[in-house]
């Protein structure tokens, strides 16, 4: 039996939600920690089934997990022998590329199978294995695994630049991999996103030697070891951008808790610009963000880029806001160019949506209407639940499992806001 999200739309969302630790910093500090002497315990860790997935890779890789209160995570390596991840699991999440840096970098050996593309696109890792093969490693592919080996790493001057910018998890690894690294490494190009920075500031707490964080360089001085430490993980910025859609496209009234707002600037300028009002006040755990919507919204013109600009992981959610603004907007995506299997669903719902090339042309409709529409991956089911909680009539979501992946209890967080929304078998 299957379960499926039902939206019932036209329900104004109103009242406080907590913001959520980062997924995407979650994962490679987690995988960080294979680097490392001692226990390290990581708070603000979300419940979500992309950590658990990659805690069960690392629990195989000999890293002892220990989920305590409080959002807590406890990790400790005991055994270093295993070096192998297979296919079932990282075909599970394409993330979880994440353990090549610190397994290399650390136990010298590593056969992790190739992660392929995913619905989102191609997602080549060829800039990971040049940061590796720079670093030292030999690599080679062997019926579907990446399988490395190295007589210690070197520091080295790295370009990690591709076809569409940096890498995020390249960056990572890279960077993972250089902190145990006889001498120095330049990493140009380096991606300069949140989620590295924290990465960063985890492993110089841990006895790394990082410097240029939260630049497009970064320098990393080798250090004889890691140890484990205590540390909190940055909240979740996306988690936000799409709570603060949800709050203006419903005209509701909300306030986020526990934001970075220096993280958001791109996407709050955006929606400011479309029409909805937003300010701010610093809390005790982070700052708050009070959002308010408008009944009509103005169209806007879109660019996803590396962070500072506008994330190509809030792309889906503003697509589903401009698809009803007052004229045409035009999305633009730079990063993953053919990331909009959402649009299909949008348009079963009743958007006017043309998409030509890394293009979204996007003619605003007076009103979308409830439908069967199927989520095809993270953001796009988190564009469908937005959808729907504008859309006059009830929306049925089906394969709702993707939105477990990166939003924790999303439903009961939505409901308590005073959205109609349940999760029903079908
Ligand atoms: N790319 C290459 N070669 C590589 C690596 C990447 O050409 O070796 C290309 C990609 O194909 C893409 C671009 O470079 O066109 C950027 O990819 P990047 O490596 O930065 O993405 P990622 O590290 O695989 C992370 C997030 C994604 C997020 C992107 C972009 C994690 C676990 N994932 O992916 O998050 O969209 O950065 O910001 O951190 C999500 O949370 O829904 C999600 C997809």
Do not use: W
């Not at 970075?260 to 479309?274: G, M, N, Q, S």
């Not at 809390?283 to 994330?311: A, H, M, N, Q, W």
């Not at 633009?332 to 299997?341: A, G």
């Not at 949506?353 to 003619?363: F, N």
Request: aromatic share 4%.
């Amino acid at each position: 039996m299957e379960k499926i999200i039902v939206v019932e739309g036209g329900h104004p969302l109103h009242g406080n939600v907590r913001i959520n630790g980062s997924k995407n910093a979650a994962l490679p500090i987690m995988a960080a920690c294979i680097l490392m002497k001692g226990k390290s315990r990581i708070r603000n860790v979300p419940h979500l089934a992309d950590v658990k997935t990659l805690l069960e890779i690392l629990k195989d890789l000999g890293v002892k997990t220990e989920r305590l209160k409080d959002d807590t995570l406890e990790l400790e390596v005991i055994d270093e022998s295993n070096v192998t991840a297979p296919y079932e699991q990282i075909s599970k999440m394409r993330g979880s590329i994440c353990i090549l840096g610190p397994l290399l970098g650390k136990r010298k050996r590593v056969k992790i199978a190739e992660p392929g593309g995913c619905v989102i696109g191609v997602r080549p890792v060829d800039l990971h294995i040049k940061g590796m093969e720079a670093l030292g490693a030999n690599i080679i592919k062997e019926e579907g695994y990446r399988i490395g080996s190295t007589n210690g790493f070197r520091g080295a001057e790295i370009y990690l630049g591709g076809p569409y910018g940096s890498t995020v998890t390249g960056t990572c690894n890279v960077m993972m991999a250089a902190t145990l690294a006889k001498g120095k490494t330049i990493v140009r190009c380096a991606a300069c996103e949140p989620e590295v920075q924290d990465l960063a500031n985890f492993l110089n707490k841990a006895g790394a030697k990082i410097s240029g964080i939260g630049t497009s360089e970064l320098v990393i001085e080798g250090v004889e070891e890691l140890h484990g430490i205590e540390y909190e993980i940055i909240p979740d910025r996306i988690e936000a951008g799409t709570f603060m859609i949800a709050g203006a496209i419903t005209g509701g009234e909300i306030t986020l808790e526990n934001v970075c707002l220096d993280h958001l600037t791109a996407v709050i300028e955006k929606l400011a610009e479309a029409g909805a009002s937003v300010s701010f006040a610093s809390g005790e755990t982070g700052g708050k963000c009070f959002v308010k919507g408008s009944d009509k919204f103005r169209p806007l013109t879109i660019t996803t880029l590396p962070y500072p600009d506008i994330p190509t992981d809030m792309q889906a959610q503003f697509l589903a806001l401009l698809s009803i603004a007052n004229g045409t907007s035009i999305i633009t995506e730079k990063i993953f160019p053919n990331r909009f299997i959402h649009v299909a669903e949008l348009n079963r719902m009743g958007a006017d949506i043309l998409i030509e090339g890394t293009r979204a042309i996007v003619k605003g409709v007076r009103k979308l209407s409830g439908a069967r529409v199927m989520a095809s991956d993270l953001r796009a089911s988190a564009c469908l639940v937005i959808a729907g909680l504008v859309a006059e009539g009830t929306t049925e979501i089906r394969r709702p499992y993707h939105l477990d992946r990166g939003y924790e209890k999303l439903e009961q967080r939505l409901s308590a806001l005073g959205a109609k929304i349940n999760r029903v078998t079908e």
